[in-house]
């Protein structure tokens, strides 16, 4: 659904331009994820501002890598940190795509739906030693 929010509101459109405000569900986070984490009902969704400053700030490789990934990142990730408090999102989760870390950054509103705020391919190794892991896949079997 968020590739037809892409079609039909963001793609081609200049630079900065203003988009209709609308939003569609990406996936539900997986069960593992949901338990450790508490997230209930676990609808994860994506705006068209955010997929407009994606396709603005993003190189178009990294922008179509993270569009044709997102519902894999976040429904099946690697790992989830705990954002810095200086960060909107409060969580990033984090999954390895041909060799490359992406992120995708999420914030849980008060009425329990879950957005995202950001993606972004990782560039250096070092960037996530400041943060908190939270939950990752060790042996194919999530942990805490």
């Known amino acids: 659904m968020h590739r037809f929010l892409y079609e039909q509101h963001i ?9 209709v405000d609308k939003k ?3 996936c539900h986070l997986s069960k593992s994820v949901k338990n450790d984490l508490g997230f209930y009902p676990g609808k994860v969704y994506i705006n ?3 997929l407009k400053h ?3 700030k993003r190189p178009a490789e990294e ?4 569009v044709t990934n ?3 990142i976040v429904k099946h990730p690697d790992s989830i940190y705990e954002n810095k408090d200086s960060k909107r999102a409060g969580l990033c989760l984090i999954k390895q795509i041909n060799n490359t870390d992406y992120i995708v950054c999420i914030e849980a509103l008060e ?3 879950i957005i995202i705020v950001t993606s972004f391919r990782v560039r250096k190794a070092s960037y996530l030693k400041d943060y908190k892991l939270l939950w990752s ?4 079997n999530p942990s805490s």
Do not use: H, M
């Open 111 to 113: 009425d329990n739906e």
């Open 11 to 19: 793609k081609g459109t200049p630079e900065k331009s203003l988009v």
């Open 54 to 56: 994606l396709y603005d």
């Open 63 to 66: 922008f179509d890598c993270i």
């Open 24 to 26: 569609a569900l990406v």
């Open 137 to 140: 896949w060790r042996g194919g």
């Open 48 to 50: 068209t501002k955010v």
């Open 70 to 72: 997102l519902k894999s």
